[in-house]
């Protein structure tokens, strides 16, 4: 089915794109196999479905399964079209694969018919083991690594550093990620902190 998008032209005009092409683009059923990393609503699933039947691995990355979770947290309609898109994946992949054991746990908690095994595949790198080193016993230090997003708890991170620092801790709170959407006050809340750049 043609796209509505011109990937040949997105992909030549990307700053990163392109070196990564290691030949031309190629028909799905030339891959040895596929992908599938992120939320797409225009994937023919019945095609990868014949794909991974006829024996081309299709491999699907699942994040989490928020949505389902905590609709609350989505726009209105947002749980309908990612269950939908969930259920589809499933139906196709012949493999999947979540990063924690918790979706892993979330995904077979549904109770759908899940057809492919489930691996995780923890994100990060090994390191070797280092002896941590010693801090004060009364400091705390906070590290949260994330898309600043609304469903990601920036702001409830954010009062807990305010109730610590108020109280008389020794605290320092680092954020890191991308700024998301819909987020613009939480953002200025951080930077706007009277401890910005310094706890």
């Given at each position: 089915?043609?796209?509505?998008?011109d990937f040949?032209h997105?992909?030549k005009?990307?700053?990163?794109?392109q070196?990564?092409l290691?030949k031309?683009?190629?028909?799905p059923g030339?891959?040895d196999?596929?992908?599938?990393?992120d939320?797409d609503?225009?994937?023919?699933?019945?095609?990868?479905?014949?794909?991974?039947?006829?024996g081309i691995?299709?491999?699907?990355?699942?994040h989490?399964v928020l949505?389902?979770?905590?609709?609350?947290?989505?726009?209105?309609?947002g749980r309908?079209?990612?269950?939908?898109f969930l259920?589809q994946t499933?139906?196709?992949?012949?493999?999947?694969?979540t990063?924690t054991?918790?979706?892993?746990?979330?995904?077979?908690?549904?109770?759908?018919?899940?057809?492919?095994?489930i691996e995780v595949?923890?994100?990060?790198?090994?390191?070797?083991?280092q002896?941590?080193?010693?801090?004060?016993g009364s400091?705390?230090?906070?590290?949260?690594?994330?898309t600043?997003?609304?469903?990601?708890?920036?702001?409830?991170l954010?009062?807990?550093?305010?109730?610590l620092?108020?109280?008389?801790?020794d605290v320092?709170?680092?954020?890191v990620g991308?700024?998301?959407?819909?987020?613009?006050?939480?953002?200025?809340?951080?930077i706007?902190?009277?401890?910005?750049?310094?706890?």
């Amino acid at each position: 089915k043609p796209s509505d998008y011109d990937f040949r032209h997105l992909l030549k005009s990307s700053k990163l794109g392109q070196p990564f092409l290691s030949k031309t683009l190629c028909e799905p059923g030339e891959c040895d196999a596929i992908l599938l990393l992120d939320i797409d609503n225009g994937i023919d699933f019945l095609r990868l479905r014949r794909l991974a039947d006829s024996g081309i691995p299709v491999v699907a990355l699942i994040h989490d399964v928020l949505p389902l979770l905590y609709p609350n947290w989505f726009i209105e309609g947002g749980r309908r079209a990612f269950q939908l898109f969930l259920q589809q994946t499933l139906f196709a992949a012949s493999q999947l694969i979540t990063t924690t054991e918790k979706v892993r746990r979330d995904i077979l908690n549904l109770d759908w018919n899940i057809r492919p095994e489930i691996e995780v595949v923890p994100l990060g790198a090994s390191f070797p083991v280092q002896r941590p080193r010693n801090l004060p016993g009364s400091q705390i230090s906070l590290l949260y690594v994330s898309t600043v997003e609304p469903r990601k708890g920036h702001d409830l991170l954010l009062d807990a550093f305010d109730l610590l620092l108020a109280d008389g801790h020794d605290v320092d709170l680092t954020i890191v990620g991308y700024k998301g959407w819909n987020i613009d006050d939480t953002v200025n809340r951080i930077i706007e902190h009277a401890e910005y750049k310094r706890r």
